[in-house]
């Protein structure tokens, strides 16, 4: 699918398999690279039955993971890469009331809970995945003396690269456009 992108070929282009859980999978990817984007963390919102195990863990487990295939790529004499983050406004807002005035980069989530706030709020515990993600970025940017940007997104919508229907994304769309969405919380 992505190779199918105008001007993706194979000397352009390399794609790679890693498992955002699996320590060391991104060593092949990011060796000697330039710029790492880091964009995969868990979107899901409902039917959460442990938000550790379903959101948080994968959620740092994988920035850490990245953070480290970076690090062991410095440590093999490799310049230092950019990192780009994509994070979420949800890492620096939990709800538009968390403040009287607009959100900016001086901003950190601070009413998400793990557990979600109120308890079972599974938008909420997304968001609190999101912060902790952040954070961990942040300081392991710190760590490797890296250059870190990140970028905030509220949503991200659009035709989907891959043949896959069950993204909360395009059930997020799905319900807007038949106005099935629930007022902001």
């Keep these: 699918c992505l190779l199918s ?10 794609l790679f398999e890693a498992d955002l859980l699996d320590e060391g999978a991104f060593d ?11 964009t995969a963390s868990p979107f899901v919102t409902s039917n959460i039955t442990d938000p550790e195990l379903e959101l948080i863990a994968p959620a740092l487990n994988g920035t850490r993971n990245v953070f480290g295939s970076i690090g062991r790529s410095i440590a093999k004499g490799a310049a230092a890469p950019r990192v780009v ?13 968390d403040k009287a005035t607009c959100f900016d980069e001086s901003d950190w989530n601070l009413s998400s ?9 599974g938008l909420d515990m997304y968001r609190y995945s999101k912060v902790a993600a ?30 896959r ?11 807007a456009l038949e106005g099935e969405v629930a007022e902001m919380r």
């Design 5 to 14: 992108l105008p001007g993706a070929d194979s000397t352009r282009l390399k």
């Design 28 to 38: 092949g990817c990011v060796a000697g690279a330039r710029y790492v984007f880091h």
């Design 85 to 97: 983050l994509t994070s979420s406004v949800a890492a620096i807002m939990g709800r538009p009331a």
């Design 113 to 121: 809970e793990a557990e979600g706030n109120p308890p079972g709020d």
């Design 134 to 163: 952040e954070r961990e970025a942040w300081r392991l940017a710190e760590v490797h003396q890296l250059q870190l940007s990140t970028i905030m997104p509220s949503f991200i919508i659009g035709p989907p690269r891959t043949p």
């Design 165 to 175: 229907t069950d993204s909360e994304s395009l059930l997020n769309m799905r319900q």
